[in-house]
């Protein structure tokens, strides 16, 4: 396959609850998008194999929407949320999918459908690769990207290298432990999803009447990342402390990761970095640096927030499709 | 240069307090070793190109031992205990040596001294190079080596690649941190220096009448590795419960790191390893496999001793000799 400035590959980013798909072309370019929610309404137990032909259909509308055809694809890059055998396609299950409880060659199925081929990776793997190719950490090839969700993913580039590991199960970064009295994850601290259990406990205790202020006019009583951000804004004393405590364990895993692995750029993702931003990331910063065993050149590993926000998958995915399948 | 089965390299492994260099073939055979104290008698304080011009002497007598000459060594690979420069043979600096504490260029001046090529490395990156090479680990490219010892130490090889870092900082394992109550580095509650310290305490205070009595036999108050087993053995309770502290945070730290890098395996190394034993390693590993966040063939990771003892180091400096400067 010979390798043209004029092709375009898509990357499809599928989540939990909606799937994205992207037309790129060779410089990060997005001339078509499309969305769709993940499982249809009228079936919310629907089998992988429904999710993958809403997928297919959804990279052909992104396909339309650019005013191009499937014969102008050189390749699809998907992402799953959960580990993928990249080699085969084959994604190993999807924990927030209640029919994905094992394997299903997305890979494979995918191609089926379109007709093109089709390579698979996981969603936060994807998403730092697209950091690494067109956002934050754009020319670095030697990047660890941190995404702060409901939980805590990692992605691993290292010399130029994605790092998948034996077993296709590298990136667990929010698994990594906690070994001084009771043994915890660090999710369980640092994760979007942990600050809003925190704050939800307080709001039931009564201890924010704040919180419970915010919530109450927004008619919602999900505890997203907004909430988590005007409550900060308004100076909930609940709030910043469960807020403090998950940025001093982000930033004592981020120094954990750079001990092990002195990585050039650390990319910070996720709802609640990219509804707060640098004021969120900055004690972090410094929690991490005063962390680092070697001082040397210290000032010379960056922490930064992500860029590319909802894209970021889906142009991962773009780049793995360009890699693997040429375009 | 032309590889050749005949042509020999020396490893040359540099400790706080001794060095040891041998002579090697491509097959990891030992033709030849010679020690040395790191430091003369008559200067504690000696300034590292001293130490530099013992290393070169200890290689000579080596080479000299295996009845041959310099002209039949193509390389030489040496070990520091610090970070290095492995592109420059610049060692940044010695933390056990008083007098080298700034940078020493000691791959340019090895080579002055001896005729070669030498090549520098992390001791530790070595050590885990040379398990992977010829040891517990022989023939796997995917290789994490903890070191315990007064601190814990980290070699990591990745995909038949060592990694370095960005700023030659990678595999300070042993400070990665907990991050829940104080803030402390995995070597605080998992070294056999911490072990060591812990059970001094307790003989300090009364606690340990047993390891007071094994420490009188010996007429030596250091609490080594033979120590620590000798407690274990009979059945001090003190020595059992810090010494079950310290595989609870192996265990952990294994746990953590198979969770963000997910290696095939996993080698460790160091006095108490060698001294206790697969004994010590058994709990350790039980402990790691509960905490692997991906079940899915978690028994396919080696978690294994090392089995090279003092010549590790050398032999990963051989390798590297070989890699780097033919032979």
Known sequence: MTSSESTFVVGIDLGGT????????????????SKRKTLPKSDRQAAPDVVAERMARTV??????????????AAVGASAPGPVNVD?????????????DTYFDLGPVLSEHLGVPVYVDNDVTLGTLGE????AAKGIDDVIGIFVGTGIG????????????????AGEIG?????????????????????????????????STIVADILATRGDDRITSGVIRDALAAGDPVTQRVV??????LGLLIASVVNLLDPQCIVMG????ESLGDRFLEPVRDIAFEHFFLKDDADKIMIVPAALGDDAVALGGAVLARQRGGG
């Open 154 to 169: 990692g992605g691993i580039i290292l010399d130029g290298k994605l790092r998948h590991g034996f077993r296709w199960g």
């Open 132 to 135: 690494a190719a067109y956002g």
């Open 18 to 33: 909606k799937m994205l798909a992207a037309v790129v072309d060779s410089h990060g370019q997005i001339y078509g998008r």
């Open 175 to 207: 698994h990594m432990l906690n070994y001084h009295g009771t043994i915890k994850d660090i999710e369980h601290f640092a994760s979007r999803g942990a600050i809003s259990k925190k704050m939800r406990e307080a709001v039931a205790k009564g201890k």
């Open 88 to 100: 085969t396609g084959r994604v190993f299950r999807v924990v927030n999918l209640p029919k994905w």
């Open 244 to 249: 403090k405590n998950a940025q001093q364990g």
């Open 270 to 273: 996720g709802g609640l970095v």
């Open 60 to 73: 052909r509308d992104a396909v339309d929407k650019a005013g191009l055809s499937m014969a102008d694809i």
